[in-house]
């Protein structure tokens, strides 16, 4: 299949998928005689999981240890294991920061009178002295 594709069977751009290639996450693909990229399943199934993982939020230097994993069937999936758990721990605490960023939002706009901008008290609690800009 061409790069076209291949993005679009996988939902991803062209450049994207160049940019996999660059960085060897997707294996440089067979070239046809007019030196135009040629695509396998292998490819399919790689940008698949590539993308599902970006999708969960992965790092690409995760991705690249979850795939050289992946490329070894008959090993431990500890290690699996290790990068998912290390990476939900992240995900939770960006969760928890954004559970304390919301209840700071829902204060500062509770002090809201709707009144003047002059008195709002939105602009003077994002002001860092604390009065409005």
């Not at 829902?106 to 002090?111: A, L, N, S």
Request: proline share 4%; aromatic share 4%; net charge neutral.
């Amino acid at each position: 299949m061409t790069i076209g594709s291949l993005a679009e069977a996988t939902q991803t751009r062209v450049e994207t998928v160049r940019w996999y290639e660059k960085v060897g996450l997707l294996p440089a693909p067979a070239r046809s005689s007019g030196n135009y990229r040629l695509y396998g399943p292998e490819h399919l199934r790689r940008l698949s999981f590539i993308r599902r993982s970006r999708a969960l939020g992965f790092t690409v230097e995760q991705i690249r240890d979850l795939l050289a994993l992946a490329d070894d069937r008959e090993r431990s999936c500890s290690e699996v294991d290790t990068i998912a758990r290390v990476h939900l721990a992240d995900v939770e605490r960006k969760l928890a920061d954004l559970s304390r960023l919301a209840s700071e939002l829902r204060e500062v706009i509770g002090q809201c009178g709707c009144g003047s901008v002059a008195d709002c008290r939105i602009i003077e609690a994002l002001s860092p002295s604390g009065e409005p800009t």
